[in-house]
């Protein structure tokens, strides 16, 4: 589902989730994120308190990313399940600790199983769905 062009941006650029509690949107920049080999997104918990809020109430997820030169960019729509253990945990603790050396800590992971892949790409295959 993500092609070779969405993994590289997805690898090089910032995302954005959006999640969703009722009608009351809520979106964040991330940074501590992944790429799995089969395709699913990874998001390290430091800072997501409104999102994991909202992600109990509703599995639903969007994560945007693009590039601002380029104005190359997509918009993925899933599902996300938390995972407070295991080795893609351990992973995003160490990474976030060795980067605020200790000051702070990934609490733990968000999984994303994309759904959709959608081209915000402006031109002609904008609003496609890969």
Wanted: net charge negative; hydrophobic share 40%; with cysteine.
């Amino acid at each position: 589902m993500l092609n070779e062009n969405v993994v590289n941006l997805l690898k090089e650029q910032l995302w954005y989730l959006g999640t969703c509690d009722g009608d009351i949107p809520n979106v964040i920049p991330v940074a501590f994120k992944d790429v799995t080999e089969d395709g699913k997104l990874i998001v390290g918990d430091v800072f997501l308190k409104t999102t994991l809020q909202n992600i109990r109430k509703n599995e639903n997820i969007a994560v945007s990313v693009s590039n601002g030169m380029t104005l190359e960019g997509y918009q993925i729509k899933g599902k996300a399940e938390y995972l407070e253990q295991g080795d893609i945990v351990e992973k995003f603790k160490t990474m976030v600790e060795d980067m605020f050396h200790g000051a702070a800590t990934a609490k733990g992971a968000l999984v994303i199983t994309p759904e959709k892949v959608i081209v915000t790409t402006p031109g002609d295959n904008n609003n496609k769905e890969l």
